[in-house]
C-alpha cells in the first residue's frame, strides 16, 4: 500500500489547487449564506429543510464539485501525459486505480461534508444535518467514482458528466422509476429522506439498498478504470 499512498498523494496535490478549493468553498459560502437568508424570513409552516437542503446540496453542489474534483484525478494525468511516470514505476494498473478513487474520496468528503453540514445546521434540525451529511456521503461515493472512471475515458469529462446531470438526472430520471434507478441522486435523495424521515421523493429507497448500491458502483466503476488502464497507451 507504500505505492498506492504516495500516488494518493501525489494526485491529491495536483486536483486540490487552490483556485479549485476556493472556487468550491465559495459556492458552500454561497449556499450557507442562501440558507441563513431563507431561515431567517420565516419561510413558513410548509417550509421543509430537507428539501431545500436536498434541491442545493443533492442537485446542485455534490454532483458538480464531485464532477470538476474527480474528472480530473485520473483525467488531468492522462491530459498532461504524466501518467507514464507511474506506469514507469514497478507496480500494477489496479494501483493507480485505487489511487485515484482515493484521492477522490480523500479531496470531495472534506470539501462537500463541511458546508453541507454546516448548511444543514442552519436550515433545519439534527436530524436535517445528518441526512445530509449521509446523503451527502451517498452523492460522494457515487458520483466520485462515476466521474474518476468518466475521466480517464474522455478529455471532454465536464462535458458529458454535465449532460448526465442536467439531463438525464434532472429530466429524463424522472419520467420514469426505471429510469430513476439509474440515476444516482434517487439514492442520494434516498438516504436525505429516509434519515430527515422527510416526504420529499416517490417511494425513496430503502437506507440499507442505498448503501449496496453505493457501494456495487464504487465496485464496478472500480473494475472498469483497472481494465481501461491496462488497455490504454500514453504517447
Given at each position: 500500500?507504500?505505492?498506492?499512498?504516495?500516488?494518493?498523494?501525489?494526485?491529491?496535490?495536483?486536483?486540490?489547487?487552490?483556485?479549485?478549493?476556493?472556487?468550491?468553498?465559495?459556492?458552500?459560502?454561497?449556499?450557507?449564506?442562501?440558507?441563513?437568508?431563507?431561515?431567517?424570513?420565516?419561510?413558513?409552516?410548509?417550509?421543509?429543510?430537507?428539501?431545500?437542503?436536498?434541491?442545493?446540496?443533492?442537485?446542485?453542489?455534490?454532483?458538480?464539485?464531485?464532477?470538476?474534483?474527480?474528472?480530473?484525478?485520473?483525467?488531468?494525468?492522462?491530459?498532461?501525459?504524466?501518467?507514464?511516470?507511474?506506469?514507469?514505476?514497478?507496480?500494477?494498473?489496479?494501483?493507480?486505480?485505487?489511487?485515484?478513487?482515493?484521492?477522490?474520496?480523500?479531496?470531495?468528503?472534506?470539501?462537500?461534508?463541511?458546508?453541507?453540514?454546516?448548511?444543514?445546521?442552519?436550515?433545519?434540525?439534527?436530524?436535517?444535518?445528518?441526512?445530509?451529511?449521509?446523503?451527502?456521503?451517498?452523492?460522494?461515493?457515487?458520483?466520485?467514482?462515476?466521474?474518476?472512471?468518466?475521466?480517464?475515458?474522455?478529455?471532454?469529462?465536464?462535458?458529458?458528466?454535465?449532460?448526465?446531470?442536467?439531463?438525464?438526472?434532472?429530466?429524463?430520471?424522472?419520467?420514469?422509476?426505471?429510469?430513476?434507478?439509474?440515476?444516482?441522486?434517487?439514492?442520494?435523495?434516498?438516504?436525505?429522506?429516509?434519515?430527515?424521515?422527510?416526504?420529499?421523493?416517490?417511494?425513496?429507497?430503502?437506507?440499507?439498498?442505498?448503501?449496496?448500491?453505493?457501494?456495487?458502483i464504487a465496485a464496478a466503476t472500480y473494475v472498469i478504470t483497472t481494465w481501461r488502464l491496462t488497455r490504454m497507451t500514453v504517447d
Amino acid at each position: 500500500m507504500k505505492n498506492v499512498m504516495l500516488m494518493t498523494r501525489r494526485i491529491v496535490r495536483s486536483v486540490a489547487t487552490r483556485g479549485r478549493l476556493s472556487a468550491i468553498a465559495a459556492a458552500g459560502i454561497f449556499g450557507i449564506i442562501i440558507g441563513f437568508i431563507v431561515d431567517r424570513s420565516d419561510p413558513g409552516a410548509d417550509f421543509e429543510p430537507a428539501e431545500f437542503l436536498g434541491r442545493f446540496g443533492l442537485t446542485i453542489f455534490v454532483p458538480i464539485v464531485a464532477l470538476v474534483v474527480a474528472s480530473a484525478t485520473l483525467g488531468t494525468l492522462v491530459e498532461e501525459k504524466t501518467l507514464i511516470y507511474f506506469w514507469l514505476r514497478p507496480i500494477g494498473r489496479w494501483q493507480i486505480a485505487l489511487a485515484g478513487f482515493l484521492a477522490s474520496f480523500a479531496v470531495l468528503l472534506p470539501t462537500v461534508l463541511v458546508p453541507m453540514g454546516l448548511l444543514g445546521a442552519v436550515v433545519g434540525d439534527g436530524s436535517d444535518t445528518t441526512g445530509i451529511l449521509l446523503a451527502s456521503a451517498v452523492g460522494v461515493v457515487g458520483y466520485g467514482s462515476v466521474f474518476t472512471m468518466l475521466g480517464l475515458f474522455t478529455q471532454r469529462a465536464l462535458l458529458w458528466g454535465l449532460v448526465y446531470v442536467l439531463v438525464w438526472e434532472g429530466f429524463i430520471a424522472g419520467l420514469s422509476r426505471g429510469a430513476g434507478w439509474l440515476a444516482l441522486s434517487t439514492y442520494s435523495w434516498s438516504a436525505l429522506a429516509q434519515r430527515a424521515d422527510a416526504d420529499i421523493i416517490d417511494k425513496p429507497v430503502q437506507l440499507a439498498t442505498t448503501i449496496i448500491v453505493s457501494a456495487a458502483i464504487a465496485a464496478a466503476t472500480y473494475v472498469i478504470t483497472t481494465w481501461r488502464l491496462t488497455r490504454m497507451t500514453v504517447d
